[in-house]
């Protein structure tokens, strides 16, 4: 479909390493008995995660890309180079309006979030001041001096930032795995420091015996040989080796039938080979090594196969790839037990990097310790300090309860009254706060007995 074609030529789209063998794509299905499945008109094929940071702005703008007709056309004609050199890009300008409407959306959306991760790892270290306009710079996969507007540089600096991003995705992952086989090593060293010479010549032992098991595995076929995927093909596909058929081969494992061995398919193919070195059940076999040995593999076969280096083989590359000597007398392939993934050099620099961390480390946890012990004795001087306040109070409401006053509140007023003042008081209150039909105190002439008063006086003196 051409969809899955144009996505991964444009964005050289790469798969995350599977974390186990369970993750790998099936391949003991028998395709042989289902031929020439058509694709469903519409039907969207799923790619993996790139892994990158900006994946989803990623797929979203492909997705609009998509939409538009002129665009669509000039991409499925467009080869690697072209859309890598940014040629392309120009021909956004011709896209249509509610297009370019939806990506000046995507962008801004896009804008405000990496402002918000920005604003959420300012807060984290409590820093003011800075310019977020000049920290949107380290994001190159779009143009932030514009932040409302996707133009044609916004396409081709994500096509340029998703290019490298991916082509050093392996290489970093390398870098990562390196690092994970050294601090084994140093965690081990550091181990046989703390033992007694008795029980660190047991632990060597048993660490050369584990070794020893570990490479005691049958034969690694070369990935991507006749021989490799011949086992594949009767193995896993359960059909008669007699009957191998590279072509066939490859529409069998080509799982999503899209024409392309993508690299996901591709890391399927070794999991047999895999099988025979790691078991997840022996302790002498580390499964983030058999995915190494994976990645490995399937970079070497896509060196050897991939002539345009578009991280896709298509049937006819493969084809001319099982015409090569190498395909059918294939050089022994080492695996990782047999190479040497770092010098003692490399092991010593990166120790003498952990001791910095860890001193830092040290360092800044007795700064807190300082600071603790700070507040502590803070806070202990402001108790003595209450405390002491404290007793000044008693001590004066003491002095005044001997002189007979009484004993006043926090703003002054008396606690309490003499019995006398205090019934005085609650008469007065009672008074004033009465029903008007009590009765009046006496001498007190209300004002209807005046009002009767005066008729009176009109009747008799008319």
Known sequence: ???????????????????????????????????DVPNVEGEKIETPDTGLYYDEYLRQVIDVLETDK???EKLQNADIDEIKSGKLSKELDLVSHHVRTRLDELKRQEVAR?????????????????DHQALLKQFEHLNHQNPDKFEPRDLDMLIKAATNDLENYDRTRHEEFKKYEMMKEHERREYLKTLN???RHEEESKFEEMKKKHGNHPKINHPGSKDQLKEVWEEADGLDPRDFDPKTFFKLHDVNSDGFLDEQELEALFTKELEKVYDPKNEEDDMVEMEEERLRMREHVMNEVDVNRDRL???EEFLKATEKKEFLEPDSWETLDQQQLFTEEELKEFENHIFEQEHKLKQKAEDLQKQKEELQLQHNQLQAQKQEYQQVVQQMEQKRLQQ??????????????????????????HSLGSDH???????HVSPLQEGAAMAEHVQIHP
């Not at 990496?114 to 800075?130: F, N, P, V």
């Open 197 to 199: 010479e008795e029980k």
């Open 437 to 443: 039909l009590q009765p009046l105190p006496p001498q």
């Open 114 to 130: 990496l402002r918000m991760l920005i604003k959420a790892k300012l807060d984290s270290i409590q820093d003011t001041g800075i």
């Open 404 to 429: 007979g006053i009484p004993p006043a509140g926090p703003g002054g007023e008396l606690k309490y009254q003499p019995p006398g003042q205090q019934q005085e008081e609650k008469s007065e209150k």
């Open 313 to 315: 083989v298509t049937l």
């Open 70 to 72: 002129h665009f669509r």
């Open 1 to 35: 479909m051409w969809w899955r074609t144009i996505e991964l030529q444009c964005y050289f789209f790469l798969v995350n390493c599977l974390l186990t063998g369970l993750e790998a794509v099936p391949i003991d299905i028998d395709k042989t008995k289902v031929k």
